[in-house]
């Protein structure tokens, strides 16, 4: 079960758009639907903001859009704002019921 | 509203035990899966455990299979997490949150409580 791989970090100017990555394998990603990503800020717990590869939990905002191709699934935050910087964890099942995360991206907002 | 809450962390020694509980409120728990998730200080998620609505059917991580046992009351709505043989490297936050089958993710998450396996 080795942890998911995504950047260590990105950033991007308010308005501008931002892709994090989130590349896995064919026991995970490549091989399951349910990808899903959550927020944290500092101190906090983490909220899910994507769930099922590119659908958005009530009250998330819909600039926040995810994506899969093959073994890498990605989540694009459009017209970034200040509130968007945080912490973002990409989530795979990964088969009789176990989960992987990924390492996390921090988004800042520039 | 949905709402978890954990509690029975705290400062223990390598090799003790600890038992974690979630109390949940603000939905059918015996309708939802349920898992443990941690954090390591200054580290990334890590999904832990998982155990289906009626109890039967549990999941652990490599990590703390043979170590840690899920268990849920769904009379009293709450989830459980007993943890022996605890090391240095199970320090973190844990948390719960509310797991579907349908879709594998995490809906709603409690706060978080510390463990800190220390000498």
């Known amino acids: 079960q080795s942890a998911l791989t995504q950047p260590a970090s990105v950033s991007g100017s308010p308005g501008q758009s931002i892709t994090v990555s989130c590349t896995g394998t064919?026991?995970?990603?490549?091989?399951?639907?349910?990808v899903s990503w959550y927020q944290q800020h500092p101190g906090k717990a983490p909220k899910l903001v994507i769930f099922e590869v590119n659908k958005r939990p009530s009250g998330v905002s819909n600039r926040f859009s995810g994506s899969k191709s093959g073994n890498t699934a990605s989540l694009t935050i459009s017209g970034l704002q200040a509130e968007d910087e945080a912490d973002y964890y990409c989530?795979?099942?990964?088969?009789?019921?176990?989960?992987?995360f990924g390492g996390g991206t921090k988004v800042t907002v520039l | 509203q949905v709402l978890l809450v954990e509690s029975g962390g705290g400062l223990v020694k390598p090799g003790g035990s600890l038992r974690l509980s979630c109390a949940a409120s603000?939905?059918?728990?015996?309708?939802?899966?349920m898992s443990w998730i941690r954090q390591a200080p200054g580290k990334g998620l890590e999904w832990i455990s998982y155990?289906?609505?009626?109890?039967?059917?549990?999941g652990y991580a490599d990590s703390v299979k043979g170590r840690f046992t899920i268990s849920r009351d769904n009379g009293e709505g709450s989830l459980y997490l007993q943890m022996n043989s605890l090391r240095p490297e199970d320090t973190a936050v844990y948390y719960c949150?509310?797991?579907?089958?349908?879709?594998?993710?995490?809906?709603?998450w409690g706060q978080g409580t510390l463990v800190t396996a220390s000498s």
């Open positions: 155990i289906s609505s009626g109890g039967s059917y549990t």
């Open positions: 603000g939905f059918i728990f015996s309708d939802y899966y």
């Open positions: 949150a509310r797991d579907t089958s349908s879709g594998w993710y995490f809906d709603y």
């Open positions: 064919s026991s995970d990603v490549g091989s399951y639907d349910p």
């Open positions: 989530c795979s099942y990964a088969g009789s019921g176990s989960r992987v």
